[in-house]
């Protein structure tokens, strides 16, 4: 599986290098379009970001009306520990920034891509797109989903002010 992954990555790199400046398509992340097509001759089908739960074990997730700050907090333990090295929190890096995932993603999608990075780059169309724009696939780091859950608490936190 990593292996495939791996391979994935080399591939997308070469072809990325060897494009022959044909031109990118614009991708948004906004809640109110879909997904479309993005670099050079890779077709993504459109799916609607907000819809879309991803592949993996979460099939809904619906928050509380209220932020669970002592959950969230402990998945800012598990997000400084795991997943910093790759996310900054307010800005892109080697991979996207968390703040303000819920506008963008459906947070099963979220959920699904923390516990199931493997089987989405390979399978789920945003992921496709993902793995495209950032040449470089999410690290499976193996929480279990109480782990997870409490990550995505914590990107709740995050939310931009209105």
Not at 11 to 39: I, M, P, Q, R, W
Not at 68 to 90: N, T
Not at 142 to 149: D, F, H, Q, S, V
């Amino acid at each position: 599986m990593k292996f495939e992954a791996l391979v994935l990555v080399a591939l997308t790199s070469v072809f990325t290098a060897c494009g022959g400046g044909e031109e990118k398509k614009d991708v948004t992340n906004s809640a109110s379009t879909t997904v479309e097509t993005v670099t050079q001759d890779l077709v993504v089908e459109e799916v609607d970001p907000m819809e879309n739960i991803g592949i993996g074990p979460i099939d809904e997730l619906e928050f509380d009306e209220e932020v669970d700050f002592e959950m969230a907090e402990a998945g800012k333990a598990i997000f400084d520990a795991k997943c910093a090295a790759c996310h900054k929190v307010h800005k892109r890096y080697i991979g996207p920034a968390p703040q303000g995932i819920y506008n963008r993603r459906n947070p099963a999608w979220v959920m699904n891509m923390i516990l199931n990075p493997d089987e989405m780059v390979q399978n789920d169309p945003i992921a496709k797109v993902l793995l495209a724009e950032y040449s470089s696939p999410m690290a499976n780091q193996n929480l279990t989903i109480k782990e997870a859950r409490a990550v995505a608490e914590y990107f709740r936190t995050l939310e931009p002010a209105e």
